[in-house]
């Protein structure tokens, strides 16, 4: 069983619907969750970092974590076009950069105009 | 021009041939990193080095090797590539000591081994 379980898509919605994204994980020591931007023929970006459960917002876009059912969403609203690319969800157990970080599969996302 | 850059874009090779890809920032930054990534399998850590003198392993680092040449330049080896290295090759780097400080990713090698 992989440690981090992401559906790979691909999800094609219009544009401005509400996205959901979404990963599983089994490893009940990660805290520390990541969501990476892939845009095609691109290396991945950093979108947002949440630590622990709860939410975090950042204009359109919102990271949300549950830990008690270890998993993790990232929405978006009001989708662009340009929100186009690969989604990959991240996460770890420890917070130096020394740490191992375990990467989805990514999720393929496509918003027609 | 870009902060981190990688060549070849694109290698197809032979099994059993030496292959060498190449990586430079002009950030400034102390880290690199080599991942790989594959399909339904994500980015996996083959090595990383926090300096001239600091090379580790990542998780799947069998059957490759590292160079620091200097603060800005990092390169991964093939030694005798085979047809299940074949997979798009990222290099990163980063200036901060969390996992929540910034990768920047280069824009990545496309690698076929025959």
């Known amino acids: 069983q992989k440690e981090v379980e992401q559906d790979p898509g691909p999800l094609s919605v219009p544009e401005g619907a509400i996205v959901s994204l979404n990963c599983t994980y089994s490893n009940s020591a990660f805290q520390y969750f990541m969501w990476y931007r892939q845009y095609s023929r691109k290396g991945p970006e950093l979108l947002m970092y949440t630590y622990s459960s709860g939410n975090k917002e950042d204009g359109r876009f919102t990271a949300q974590v549950d830990k008690s059912s270890k998993y993790i969403s990232l929405f978006i609203r009001d989708s662009q076009p340009s929100d186009s690319a690969t989604y990959l969800c991240a996460m770890s157990a420890g917070y130096s950069s020394a740490s191992k970080i375990i990467f989805g599969s990514g999720t393929r996302l496509s918003i027609r105009p | 021009d870009a902060d981190v850059t990688q060549t070849p874009r694109n290698r197809i090779t032979k099994t059993g041939k030496r292959i060498m890809l190449e990586c430079s920032q002009t950030?400034?930054?102390?880290?690199m990193y080599w991942y790989r990534q594959d399909p339904g399998l994500g980015l996996r850590l083959i090595y990383y080095?926090?300096?001239?003198?600091?090379?580790n392993k990542g998780e799947i680092s069998d059957g490759y090797s590292v160079s620091r040449q200097a603060q800005a330049k990092f390169s991964l080896s093939l030694e005798s590539a085979i047809p299940n290295q074949t997979a798009l090759y990222f290099c990163a780097t980063t200036s901060g000591g969390s996992i929540f400080d910034e990768q920047f990713f280069g824009p990545g090698t496309r690698l076929t081994v025959l």
């Open positions: 950030k400034g930054h102390d880290r």
């Open positions: 080095s926090f300096d001239v003198k600091d090379i």
